[in-house]
């Protein structure tokens, strides 16, 4: 039930552009994704509802196509206080309020 | 500004012991989460609760309970602990209708 994220980790150069996949075998509702720093709780980024949106925040961006069962979230021009894991969020039906997440893509930028 | 608040935020249990772990919002959301975090498998749902007074399982409900005491206050209930139950647990709560969840800062719990 978990979703499938792709990479599992990526290490990138400051300045670089990365690409993290989410699918489900499931249809979706709504796609949630989160970043999370070592230590600390997992931090909202944003959410995308069903109808192909797309989202951005700041240089970090997202798609999400229902028809695939994907989302992908795309991060531009990375800084280095982009490394974390990030993780994706899915709800099955409408109103379910169940949330599962993926495993998680580790990103390193480094300088 | 307290948002979500876990307590405790380590534990030390035997083998056998029970314990609770407590969380409380301050948002007025609906919907509250129990996850756990193991290295490599992500944030798991163990239980939740969609509004005061209802509860269903996640992926990983077993050896677990959990209580909707209230709207603000969501517990989980480690009856008889396992070392397998060593993890760090996150709650979480939302707004109904798909909102975004705001996570507590966890509770670090080793089973030995």
């Known amino acids: 039930q978990q979703p499938v994220q792709s990479p599992q980790a990526v290490i990138l150069r400051e300045g670089e552009d990365a690409v993290i996949n989410c699918s489900s075998s499931?249809?979706?509702?709504?796609v949630h994704w989160y970043r999370q720093k070592h230590g600390e709780a997992p931090v909202f980024l944003m959410i995308?509802?069903?109808?192909?949106e797309q989202k951005g925040h700041e240089k970090i961006s997202a798609s999400f196509n229902e028809k695939k069962q994907q989302s992908s979230l795309y991060l531009t021009a990375s800084q280095l206080s982009y490394s974390g894991t990030y993780f994706c969020g899915t709800e099955i039906g409408s109103g379910s309020e169940k949330l599962v997440f993926g495993k998680g893509t580790k990103l390193t930028v480094n300088p | 500004n307290a948002g979500v608040t876990q307590t405790p935020k380590f534990q030390v249990l035997k083998t056998g012991q029970s314990m609770t772990l407590q969380c409380a919002q301050d948002m007025n959301h609906n919907s509250m989460y129990w996850y756990r975090q193991d290295p490599g498998m992500g944030l798991r749902l163990i239980y939740y609760?969609?509004?005061?007074?209802?509860?269903d399982k996640g992926e990983v409900p077993n050896g677990y309970n959990v209580s909707r005491l209230n709207k603000r206050e969501f517990s989980l209930r480690l009856e008889s602990a396992a070392p397998s139950q060593t993890s760090v647990y996150f709650c979480?709560?939302?707004?109904?209708?798909?909102?975004?969840?705001?996570f507590g800062q966890g509770t670090r719990l080793t089973v030995v």
């Open positions: 499931k249809a979706l509702y709504s």
């Open positions: 979480a709560s939302s707004r109904r209708q798909v909102g975004e969840a705001f």
């Open positions: 609760s969609a509004s005061e007074g209802t509860t």
């Open positions: 995308l509802l069903k109808g192909g």
